[in-house]
């Protein structure tokens, strides 16, 4: 499936959730999204989306808070899957979209691909639920579910390796209202 389809599928569920982006998510989200004053794309946090988005749904525990996190990215901060297990906020909905390489910056394999799973690890850390989807039916079948249920759940995106850039993002200091405004409202 292509990331940009994936994400189609899930911003039909999204309602009023929070949304925090990263990698290739905070380029084609803005296409998207029909809530923007609360989707918060963090460039040039590669591996620190799952933290903020932990730091919303603790701060924040009565709103749904989804993360859209890069496979590369995650890779950089996987000791965040522990933190938000150990935490449990029922409300984190925690996406990778897997794609095997470093989108943004060139198209260069990830470490590792073939040999771990990201489901595997995020169950190994105590993530309530974790899953992983290799097709878009199955994502679409399954989607509601997981919107709906309580978290944390981690949800890993199998999607095709695209190497071609998917444009400029918008700049995290351009998103402090937003921010502002999800920890308010």
Known sequence: MENFEALEVISRYRNDAIVVMTMTAHREWPRITTNPDLDLPMSGCMGKASSVGLGLALAKPEKKVIVFDGDGSLLMNLGSLVTIANMAPP????????????????????????IFSFKGIASAAGYANAYEFQDLK??????????????????????????????KGIKTVDIIPRFKLALKG
């Open 91 to 114: 409300n984190l909905i925690h996406f990778v979209c897997y794609n095997s390489i470093y989108r943004i910056t060139g198209g260069q394999p990830i470490p590792g691909v073939g």
């Open 138 to 167: 199955s994502l679409e079948d399954n989607i509601e579910t997981i919107m709906n249920q309580a978290g944390p759940t981690f949800v890993c995106i199998q999607v095709a390796p695209n190497k071609k850039h998917p444009g």
